[in-house]
C-alpha cells in the first residue's frame, strides 16, 4: 500500500511549482552579480514602468517592513566565541555573496517579472574579498560583517576524556590532515512557495517546499512581525530537500510581497538560483594527531577542524552550531581514552551553510576513518583488523562515550564480518596483486561507520521537540498527524504501517496527512524521523489502542485485555465471530456513545474520543546531554579500478552492511542508503562547488556542477542487520545520513588504496581525474 | 547543446547586469520555412533580427543564462523542418549530411556506420539521449564550441561544410570554418546547410576517444580524434584533431606529419602522442587546468592511435 | 508573438493559443493542464521535463512550442487509462523506483520510449543506466529504478501494456 507513491505516478503531485491561486503574482529575484560590493544606489523605475509589473522590493522596504532574520541558536553563555549577525532577508547596505538578492520583481506573470529583473539597475562599490578560509583568517582580512572584530564567527573547543592521559599512553602519534571540498544536496526540485496575506484577518498563509513548517512558521512570524498563532505554514509534496529545504529566508520576502500588494504571490526559484544562493555544505580542513599502541589500540585524538562557512545570513546560529557535531564525532564507533578537539568556523563571501545530509556528524566521522586508516598502513594492520580491535562490543550496551553520547544497541563486528564476507574481501586481495604485474591499479576501501539520529540540542531551535496525533474518525479511518514532512524518505508507508500494526487495521484505512505548522516539531533532520516523530506517531497509537480496547472491552462486557484488534475488526477473544469493524466502533463512539453502551466512567475520563495527541522525548538525552538518541552502525566496501593515465575512477564493486535497529520497511530503508551512497560517491569523485577569485560561483547548473548519472551510480550490495534500539518507541534508528558518510569516505579510502604503489594519500576531495591525475604526476616526480 | 546560429553576432550584448536564476525568452516571430529559397529570403529579409535555429539545445539555454541578450524582437528561423536539411545522401565518395540531421539519426544512420562511424563513436558519448534527438549536426558546429564534439571527428575526416547564401553555394574546408570560440566564417545573411565527408576507406581506421570530469552526459575536457591510413605497413596518412585545448577544436600538424611514413610500434605512437601535447597550449578554466588537458591529450591521442591500429590488423 | 498551435496532446487532437517564445514545457503545464512535466534547470540538464515527441523522449525545456505544431506530444498524463496508472508506472511503485517523485514523471517517459523500443529484447542494466542518463535522480541512487524498468518490461512482455 503505497497512496502517496501512487498518487504522484499518475501526476497527481502537487509540488510547489503546481500552486496556482486566484489573482496571484508572481515574484523574481534580483541577485549582485559581485561577490562583496557596497549598494550605492538601485533605480527600480525601468523596471516599474514595464507593464505587467506591480512592484519592486528592495532592501530599504525589507529593513523598513520586517525585522532581521531571527537567531536560531545561541551558545555565547558557554564562553566560547559565538559571533552572530544583523541582517535582513535582502540587505540595504552591501552584498556579502555572489548571488544574493538585491531586490525582488512581483509581476502579473513570472516571465515578465523575469524581464523586470533585468531592468533594475543597481549601482555598486566592489569591495575586496574574504572569498576562503585563508583570506578570511589573515590580519587586517576584509571583513564580512563591519561590527566584528574579524571573520571568525566561532571557536570552540572540546575536551572529552582524558586527552592528555591518552598521548601519554601512546607508543606512537600519527599526524592526519584531511579536506572536504564545498559541496551541497541539490534536490532536482529548487525552493518554492505561495504566501497569501489575507488584509481582513491579518492573517499569512504560505504553501510550499517546506521541510520544517513549525521552525518556518516561527521564523517567518518573527521576521514579518507577525504573531505566530497568525501564521501557517503548510508543505507541499517536496521534490527532495537533503535539509536544503529547512530554512526560510527568501520565504520571507515572499511573504512581504504578499502583505504589500495583498496578493497571493508566488515565487519558484530558478536551479541556478538554488545553487548560488542556496544552501551549501561547508568546506573543511582537518589538521589532527591521533595516538595509539603499537598493538592498534586506539587512545586519543588532538585535532582542530576549520570550517568555511559562508556567510552567516540566513539560519543565525545554525551554522556555528553544526562545528559541535563536527568535533563530537570523530569518537564513532571505537573506545577512548581522549580527545582534545578544536573547531573554528569562518564567515567568508560564499553562500550559506546548511545541514546537507549529516550536518558536521559526517566531518568527524570521514576524518577519524581516514586517520584509522592510516594508523592501520603504519602498523601494517589491515583496516578490519584495527577496527576490530577497537570496537565497542556488543555486551557494553548502552555505551556512553566520552563525549555524552549514549551508545543505544548494536554488534559493531558482526556488521563488519558480513561485510567483508558480502564483498570477498579475500578474492579482490588477491586479484589486486594479480593485477599489478599488468599495470592495472585496484583498489579496496573499508570504513566503518555510526550514525548520531535523532537530534536534540539545547539552546537551539533543534532542542528537539515533536508532536504527533492519531486519531480515529466516526467512519473508521484513520488520521495520522506529525511534524515529519515527506520529502522522499517514506513517511507515509512508515507512518502507516506503524498504526496500521499497532491499530489492527489495513493500511488502506490509514491516512497519513499532509505536514503544517499546525503540528509542533521540527521536522525530519538530522535523521531524526525513525528516531522523534515516529516514536510519537507510535507512541499516540500505543495510547489510542489502550482507548479502543478499553472502550471496546466496555461496549462487549469484557475486559479490555480480551479485545482483539485485527485485520480491521474488533472481537472479543473467546468468540472471533462476534466482531465488529472499526467503522461501527467509531460510529457508536462519536455519536451512540450514551451510557447503556459504554462504561460511565469512561465517559467522564473522555476516553471515548478517540483522539490522542502526544509528544515523545528521548529517554538519553536529559540526563547525558547527549545530543542525539540512536547511533544506526553500517559498513561500507568498495573496490575500485583507476586509470592511472587519465586519473578516471570506475566502481568494480559495493557493499553496504547495516543495522539501523528495527526496519519498518525494507524498501524504504535500502531506497535511502541507495541514494545516500550515490551522494556520497558524488562528492568522493566529482561534486565541487568553486568559487574564483572575484568570488564568482563557477557551478552554478547540472552541466558543471556534476552530480552522478545512471551510468557512474554503482550495482550496490546491501544486507540489513536488525539490533533494535532500546531508546526509540519502536526500535528504530535514524539512518538516513549514514550512507553518505561512509561512501565518500570508502571510496576515498579505496582510491589511495588503488594508489598505493605511488604512496599517495588521498586526502582532498573530490578525488576528480584531474587531482588524481595531479597526484600521481607529483608522486612520480614528472613534469607535463 | 548545439545549435544552428549563423551569423548575428552583432546583436549579442555580452554584459551581465544582475545575477538572474533564469532569465525570459525574448519576443519572437516564428518562422519554419520549407525550401532553401523561403529560408535564404527571410534570413535576407530580416537581416540583423534574423537567427536561424535547429533544435534550439543551445539556443534556449543561452537566453537563459544571460549569455545572449536581444533588445529586439527576434525573427527566429527554425530550419528543422526542411526535409532538404534532413537527408544523409551517401555516394561511392562522399557522405552529404543536412544541416538539421539529429544527432541521434547520425547514431542510428547505416550510411554514417559505414562511412565515417568515428563520427557514430563521436555523438554516442555526446549529450544525452534527449538533447541528441533534438540537437543537430549544423548546430553542433555553428556554434563553434572548442568542446564541441562532433568536431574532431569531422577535422580528422577532411569535412567541408556547405555555406548558402544570396549569391550561392560556397564550400569551406572544415578546418577555415572556425574563428575563435563562438565564431565563424559565416557572416549575416549566411546559412550553413550541409556537411560532406569524403567516405572512409577500406585501408583506414579511425578512432574518437573523450575525457570529462564525469563519464556520462559531460562537456569534454579534451577530446580527441585520429584517422590514420596505412599501406605496407607504414602510415600513408594521418589525421590528428583535439577538442577543448584551444580557442577552436584543432588538428596538430606536426605530430601528423610525424606519423605518416612510419610504422605504428609503440615507440612511434608515443612520441607522436608527446608531439600532440607539446603542440597545443590549452587555458585553464572551470572544467580543467591546462596541466592536464596536455597531460589528458597525449594519452588519448596515444590510446586513439593504437585503436587504430588495432583495427587496421 | 501569439500564434494558435495544433498537435496532440495525450492523444487528444488539440489547439492553443500560445506565444511564440513560449518552450514546450511552459505550454504544457501552463495552458495544457500536463502538470507532471516538472520544471528545474530549464537549461536540458536535468530530465525532469522530459516527454515524448513524435515518440522520441526530448526536454520540454528546451523545445519551442511553436515546432510541435502538428507533432504528437506524450506526457506521463498520457499513460494513464480510465485512471489506471500503466504497468510501467505500477512497476515504479511497486519496485519504489520513486522516492520525492519529481523525477519520476520525466523517467517514465524515458523508460516507456526505451521499453517500446527494446520489443522483444531483454534490457540490460547497461542499456537502461545509459540510456536514462539524461534523467537525473538524487533520490534513489538509480538501483530501484532500473529495477522498476526492469519490472515493466516483463510485464510487457507478458502482454501487459498499451
Known sequence: MKKREERLILGKGQYADDLEFFNMAHLVFVGSPHAHAKIVSIDIEKALALPGVITVITGKEVAAHTRPLPVQANFTSKGWTWRLADVYAIPADKVRWHGEPVAAVVAEDEETARRAADLVEVAYEVLPLAGDLRTALAPGAPKVYDDWEDNKQVHLVFDFGDPEKAFDMADQVLQVTNREGRVTGVPIEPRGCVGMYDTKNDTLEMWGSFQTPFLSRHNIAATLGVPEAKVKINAVDIGGAFGLKIHAWKENVVALASKLTGRPVKWMEPHRDFMATGPHQRDVFWDGKIAFKNDG?????????????????????????????????????????????????????????????????????????????????????????????????????????????????????????????????????????????????????????????????????????????????????????????EIGQGVEISHATIVADILGMDMAHIHVKRVTSDFIGQGPLSSRGAVYPASAVAKAAKLLRKKVVQCAGSLMKIPADQVVLEKGFLYPASAPEKKISYAQFADKMFFFPGPRGLDPEILKAHDHLLDVTTTWYSPTTPESGSSYTSFCVSADIAVVELDIDTGVTQIVKYVHVHDAGTIINAQVVDGQIQGGIVQGIGEALYEGLNYDENGQLMNTSFSNYLIPTSVEAPDIQIAHLETPSPFSETGSKGMGEAPIIGAKAVILDAIEDALSEFGIRVNDAPATPEKVRKWIRQASGQNE | MPDNSAGNNAMENSVMKNFIGSRAMPDLVYHSPKEISDLLSMVDAHGTSARVVAGCTDFIPSVRTGRWCFDQELNLIDISKMPVLNQIEKTDDVLKIGASVSLTRILESPEIKEGCPVLAQAVAQMASLQVRNTATMGGNICMASPAADTVPPLLVSDAWVIIQDAQGEHKVLLTDFFKGPGRSVLTSGQVLTHICIPVKKANEAAWFQKIGTRTAVIISVVSAAVRVTISNGVCDTARIALGSVAPTPVRVAEAEQFLEGKPLDDQVIAECARMAAQAISPISDLRSSKEYRKDVARTLVKRSILACREALK | MKMPLTFMLNNQQTTLEIDARQTLLEVLRNQGGMTSVHRSCEEGECGACTVLLNDEPVNACLVLAASVQGASVLTSEGLVKNGKPHPLMKAFTDELGIQCGFCTPGMLMNAYALINRAGDNLLTDQVIRKTLEGNLCRCTGYVNIIKSVHTAQKAKLAGEWW
Open chain 1, 297 to 485: 589500540t586506539l587512545l586519543g585524538l588532538k585535532a582542530t577542524v576549520f570550517h568555511d562557512l559562508g556567510v552567516e545570513s540566513t539560519n543565525k546560529g545554525i551554522a556555528a552550531l553544526s562545528i559541535f557535531p563536527a568535533c563530537s564525532s570523530p569518537t564513532n564507533m571505537y573506545k577512548w581514552v581522549g580527545m582534545h578537539v578544536e573547531g573554528i568556523g569562518t564567515v567568508t563571501n560564499k553562500s550559506f551553510y546548511c545541514a546537507y545530509r549529516g550536518y558536521g556528524k559526517d566531518k568527524g566521522i570521514k576524518f577519524i576513518e581516514a586517520a584509522i586508516n592510516q594508523v592501520a598502513k603504519k602498523l601494517h594492520m589491515t583496516p578490519e583488523a584495527i577496527r576490530m580491535k577497537n570496537f565497542i562490543q556488543p555486551h557494553e550496551f548502552p555505551y556512553h562515550q566520552i563525549n555524552n553520547y549514549v551508545l543505544d544497541s548494536g554488534d559493531y563486528p558482526a556488521v563488519l564480518n558480513k561485510a567483508m564476507e558480502m564483498a570477498d574481501l579475500a578474492f579482490f586481495r588477491k586479484r589486486k596483486k594479480a593485477l599489478a604485474g599488468q599495470g592495472r591499479y585496484l583498489g579496496i576501501g573499508l570504513v566503518t561507520a555510526i550514525e548520531p539520529a535523532g537530534v536534540a540540542v539545547p539552546n537551539c531551535q533543534m532542542g528537539g521537540i515533536t508532536e504527533a496525533r492519531v486519531l480515529i474518525t466516526p467512519d473508521g479511518s484513520v488520521e495520522v498527524h506529525s511534524d515529519r514532512t
